[in-house]
C-alpha cells in the first residue's frame, strides 16, 4: 500500500476515534509507519488531511448509494434500496462513518463530485415524481424523509446509544422511508 494511503487509512482512524482536534500529526504518522517528510509531502496541513479523509468517505459513501438507488428498477425499489445501503455501510465503515457524521470541512459540498452525487440523485427523484411514484418535493426535504431517520440512528448506534445494529432496523426504517415518501401517501392508495 502507497505511503499516501496509509497516512490518509491512519488519519481516517484516529480522527474517528480522537476527534479532528484531538487527533495529532504524529499520531497518525506514527499509525501509518510515516516520516514527517512523508507526511507533509502528501498533506501540507492536518486541515487539509481532515478534508482529504472527509472526501474520501464522503466519496465512498456516495458511490455505494448511487450504485443501489441508480441501479433499481423502480421508486420503492430505489427509496427503501437507498436506506438500506446507508445503514450497511455504515456497519461496514464504523471509522468513514464517524468521520462523516463529524463536522464537514469547508469547500467539499461545492466539490464536483459532490455535486454530480447531488445532481444524479435530483434527476432520478423527479423523473420518478415526474409519473407519480413518489412525491414532487425539494431535494432537501426529500434527502431528510428519506434518510433523517437513517441516520440518526446511525449516530446514535456509533455512539454507544443504539445496541441493535443497523442492519437488524433496516427494513422497517426503509419501509417508513418508503411510506413518507410515495406519492400514494398523499392520495390515499397504496
Same mark, same amino acid.
Given at each position: ?8 487509512? !491512519?488519519?481516517?482512524? /484516529? ?6 482536534? #484531538?487527533?495529532?500529526? $504524529?499520531?497518525?504518522?506514527?499509525? *501509518? %509507519? ?24 464522503? !466519496?465512498?459513501?456516495? /458511490? ?6 441508480? #441501479?433499481?428498477?423502480? $421508486?420503492?425499489?430505489?427509496?427503501? *434500496? %437507498? ?108
Amino acid at each position: 500500500m502507497k505511503i499516501r494511503d496509509r497516512l490518509l487509512m !491512519a488519519a481516517e482512524r /484516529q480522527f474517528a476515534e480522537r476527534g479532528a482536534l #484531538d487527533a495529532t500529526l $504524529a499520531q497518525i504518522r506514527e499509525a *501509518a %509507519g510515516a516520516s514527517v517528510g512523508a507526511l507533509y509531502h502528501h498533506f501540507p496541513d492536518k486541515a487539509d488531511l481532515y478534508r482529504q479523509v472527509w472526501e474520501r468517505a464522503l !466519496a465512498d459513501y456516495q /458511490q455505494h448509494f448511487w450504485a443501489v438507488i441508480g #441501479d433499481s428498477a423502480d $421508486a420503492r425499489e430505489g427509496v427503501t *434500496a %437507498g436506506v438500506r445501503e446507508h445503514l450497511r455501510w455504515i456497519a461496514e465503515n464504523q471509522y468513514r462513518a464517524q468521520v462523516l457524521i463529524s463536522a464537514r470541512p469547508p469547500g467539499v459540498r461545492e466539490s464536483d463530485s459532490n455535486r454530480e452525487f447531488m445532481r444524479n440523485v435530483a434527476r432520478w427523484w423527479r423523473m420518478h415524481a415526474g409519473y407519480g411514484a413518489v412525491r414532487d418535493l425539494s431535494l432537501d426535504l426529500v434527502y431528510a424523509l428519506w434518510l433523517g431517520p437513517a441516520q440518526e440512528y446511525s449516530r446514535q448506534w456509533l455512539s454507544g446509544d443504539m445496541l441493535a445494529s443497523p442492519s437488524v432496523v433496516a427494513d422497517e426504517l426503509a419501509d417508513a422511508a418508503w411510506s413518507t415518501l410515495s406519492a400514494s401517501r398523499t392520495t390515499g392508495n397504496s
